[in-house]
Each structure stands twice: as structure tokens, then as C-alpha cells.
């Protein structure tokens, strides 16, 4: 996972992301990726439970020179 922390209490699941963070590039250079769980991943103690998540904003203007 790049950029997320899941933890589960009772019947609550919390999802903490860093929403400065700034990832990668996406091959396409149209976006640029803030947290992913890098696909479908079984939350801890509950293996029949799936999370997939992804978060992505724009890439930041070119700076003019």
C-alpha cells in the first residue's frame, strides 16, 4: 500500500491518507497519485472483506520560465 494506514475497531474501519503526499505519475501523465492499496487487499481480521482504494488529483502546472 502507498500512502494508507487502515485499522479496525469493532465494527468501525478507519482509512487515514496524507492528502499532501504526492506519488507517482500515472503512465498516462494525467494524473498523479496521492494513496493506493495497490489493488484489492483483505482488511486484518477480516479476510472475507475487501478494500480498494484510490486516490488521485491532477498533476501540478508546468512552472513558466
Do not use: C
Request: no cysteine; charged share 20%.
Amino acid at each position: 500500500m502507498e500512502n494508507v494506514k487502515m485499522s479496525v475497531n469493532g465494527s468501525k474501519l478507519t482509512i487515514e491518507v496524507d492528502l499532501a503526499y504526492r506519488g507517482p505519475l500515472s503512465s498516462t501523465g494525467k494524473t498523479v497519485r496521492v494513496a493506493s492499496t495497490e489493488g484489492n487487499v483483505p482488511l486484518d481480521g477480516h479476510p472475507e472483506i475487501k478494500v480498494g482504494l484510490n486516490i488521485f488529483t491532477p498533476p501540478a502546472p508546468a512552472a513558466k520560465k
